[in-house]
């Protein structure tokens, strides 16, 4: 399953948390999560095998990070010292930070069975394959739906309850998301990047021999 997911987070720099949070399955665009709080999320997350999509991975892996850090998860590098890739064990994660802090994924093994079944999820920035705002996405791929707004300052305690607005306004801004996705997943762009999916086009149009 591949997913796009959000969060909405609080303004108040004395109490910082995700206060909504919503996932959206990108083949069939139907909600698959929605929930006022982080737990719920990564609980949503925990018995899975998925790829989750965020747009902009750098602010709302902040948020990841600091989940697993508090959570009892362990920092794996993901290779040993001749660069092999290693298996991630059980509550582990591995990211792909760059020394600037750009994010480009971060793997997280929440079970490792011993037939090497995973429950692990791999969260991709999706700003990294549409370089654009929420609302010029609707707008470019013409899509039916448009983004909306809400009132980001509004105070919303521990516990708070969304309102059908706010649920609108948050399935949307996935759903919009996850429909461009899944154009460029049929159009073969299955890459983490626009840069990748570039250079797989050209190995393709070179061919392996002339590559």
Not at 53 to 70: A, R, S
Not at 117 to 125: A, H, L, R, S, T
Not at 126 to 151: H, N, Q, R, T, Y
Not at 157 to 182: F, N, R, S
């Amino acid at each position: 399953m591949k997913i796009m997911a959000d969060f909405e987070t609080t303004v108040d720099p004395n109490d910082v948390r995700v206060w909504a949070g919503c996932a959206v399955d990108i083949e069939a665009l139907e909600v698959v999560h929605i929930g006022n709080d982080l737990d719920s999320f990564m609980e949503f997350l925990s018995n899975k095998n998925t790829v989750c999509y965020f747009h902009n991975l750098k602010f709302d892996g902040e948020f990841i990070l600091h989940w697993l850090f508090t959570h009892g998860f362990k920092f794996s590098p993901g290779v040993d010292a001749d660069g092999k890739k290693l298996p991630l064990k059980d509550k582990t994660f591995t990211c792909l930070i760059t020394d600037d802090g750009l994010f480009y994924s971060i793997e997280v093994c929440f079970h490792r069975h011993k037939s090497k079944k995973y429950e692990k999820v791999v969260f991709y920035d999706s700003l990294k394959k549409l370089p654009f705002k929420v609302a010029v996405i609707a707008k470019a791929f013409e899509l039916k739906m448009a983004k909306g707004e809400i009132d980001y300052k509004a105070h919303r305690p521990l516990g708070y309850e969304l309102t059908p607005e706010e649920k609108e306004y948050i399935v949307t801004d996935c759903q919009i998301v996850a429909e461009a996705l899944k154009i460029q997943i049929e159009q073969g762009l299955k890459r983490m990047t626009n840069a990748s999916d570039a250079l797989n086009g050209y190995k393709k149009i070179l061919g392996k021999t002339r590559w």
